[in-house]
């Protein structure tokens, strides 16, 4: 009904932007409502965009095979690879049994966040909170079994309090870098697209200490409002001693090339060498994310349940990794591309700006952060980046400032929505423990987003002196 509206309304629009706008009203509806599945959606943005005549069929299914969703696809393999063999307990592991961390609750909750910030850095926040959840459970001699009801009293509000903050902490270690969650992806394809170089080493310049910053605000606030109990020890990650097994190295291997494809070429780009434009042109981030991949596919290990050695990754495997995020996020660009070029953005944006009395690129970033941070408790991140990038780079010429940190105010807010189970994957485990009572995530969640909208615009404008992205 929403898109037949805006269809018919007599809007000020040329014909192109009319018919987008009909279509994106109708993707947004679906998208927050999850009347269809979210990665359904969008995929019938490019049919319907082709079928109303806003763009023709190669432009509206080109950005499905975007350079940089063969990036997603190459850390997602080795982000399968590393959970099946073990490797990312072991690197969770490593974190919590650090000297000084034992038998301190404060000290292992800290670990058990900077694990779930680290693992959440290349693998998605939903399994690293997956893999360490039931081993926080563990630590503090809890039941996995959700309770009958929920259990009340300080010792069951150390247990929720340490919950939420490891599922917290995996969520803000997605904003560390660029592979980390899809925000991050949409938001520098976006940027690179008004004209602006913003690769995998320019994002980790501001994503990684920007989650670090957070994660120790997320940690003073939860330290006051659900002070540490109960946990005594690292638990069972701190068990497995030996050499790492045949499937590891190599897993560690393809994580080790991938890394060092990503940063090279960017970290010479930037120092000025002479090679590192050509090389950073030759390596591309989803060829290297590729690339990265053949020794998972080429090299064989003994099989994790006990048969025959097999790839260390086999297909049957490698086809289980999220296709449904990439497709949303092929869609989420399409979209996005055509709402820029049809002016559709520019008229949304012009009228945002009219509305709200923006004058400047910090209320325009202050604006974004604040709105992406709130709408994506009831849309998925990807979906919200999809839709409020273009957006916020249409307001930044509209106004005529810089687009990076409204854009990058997006990209990050996207990843720091605390409130509600159903924001992201990270609160719906959390949550699904049976010991977090809604309420205290509500409120603790309400009082984060707020933290977190104020510290993404203070360190944005601290990064943006720095870099000089306002100049």
Not at 173 to 182: H, K
Request: hydrophobic share 55%; charged share 10%.
């Amino acid at each position: 009904m929403s898109a037949l509206s805006v269809w018919f309304l007599p809007l000020d629009l040329p014909t192109r932007a009319h018919h987008l706008a009909a279509i994106f009203a109708a993707v947004i509806v679906l998208w927050v409502s999850e009347a269809l599945p979210i990665a359904v959606t969008a995929l019938l943005i490019a049919p319907l965009m082709i079928i109303t005549g806003v763009t023709d069929a190669k432009s509206a299914f080109a950005p499905y095979a975007d350079p940089l969703l063969f990036l997603f696809v190459g850390g997602f393999f080795i982000a399968r690879a590393m959970t099946r063999h073990g490797l990312d307990r072991r690197i969770a592991g490593a974190l919590v049994s650090l000297p000084g961390v034992a038998g301190v609750p404060s000290r292992v909750r800290a670990a058990f966040m900077l694990a779930g910030l680290a693992l959440s850095m290349w693998i998605s926040n939903t399994a690293s909170t997956a893999i360490l959840l039931p081993i926080l459970l563990g630590t503090m001699g809890v039941s996995l079994d959700p309770p009958k009801s929920a259990p009340t009293g300080p010792e069951a509000r150390a247990v929720s309090g340490n919950l939420m903050a490891v599922a917290y902490g995996a969520s803000l270690g997605g904003l560390g870098t660029l592979v980390g969650s899809p925000p991050n992806l949409i938001a520098a394809r976006f940027i690179r697209e008004a004209g602006v170089d913003f690769g995998f080493v320019e994002w980790l310049g501001v994503g990684l200490p920007t989650s670090l910053v957070l994660l120790l605000l997320l940690y003073l606030v939860m330290a006051r409002s659900h002070p540490a109990s109960g946990l005594t020890q690292a638990g069972e990650l701190t068990r497995d001693r030996s050499k790492l097994t045949r499937g590891e190295q190599v897993t560690a291997l393809s994580f080790a090339l991938a890394v060092t494809g990503w940063m090279v070429p960017g970290i010479a780009k930037a120092a000025g060498a002479s090679w590192g434009a050509p090389l950073a042109h030759a390596l591309p981030g989803g060829a290297v994310a590729l690339l990265a991949t053949i020794p998972l596919f080429a090299f064989r290990a003994p099989s994790t349940s006990g048969g025959e050695p097999e790839r260390v990754l086999p297909w049957r495997d490698a086809a289980r990794i999220d296709w449904g995020i990439i497709m949303l996020f092929g869609g989420g660009i399409s979209l996005g591309t055509q709402m820029l070029d049809t002016g559709l953005a520019e008229r949304i944006a012009h009228a945002i700006v009219s509305v709200t009395g923006v004058e400047g690129v910090w209320s325009l970033t202050a604006l974004m952060t604040v709105f992406t941070i709130f709408f994506t408790e009831v849309c998925s991140n990807t979906a919200s980046a999809n839709m409020l990038v273009p957006l916020a780079l249409a307001a930044a010429s509209d106004l005529d400032v810089s687009p990076l940190p409204p854009a990058l105010g997006v990209g990050l807010a996207a990843s720091c929505a605390f409130m509600l189970p159903i924001a992201t994957g990270p609160n719906a485990i959390a949550y699904g423990t049976g010991r977090i009572p809604l309420r205290s995530m509500l409120r603790t969640g309400l009082l984060l987003n707020l933290i977190s909208a104020a510290a993404i615009l203070l360190m944005l404008r601290l990064l943006s002196g720095i870099y000089g992205w306002t100049s």
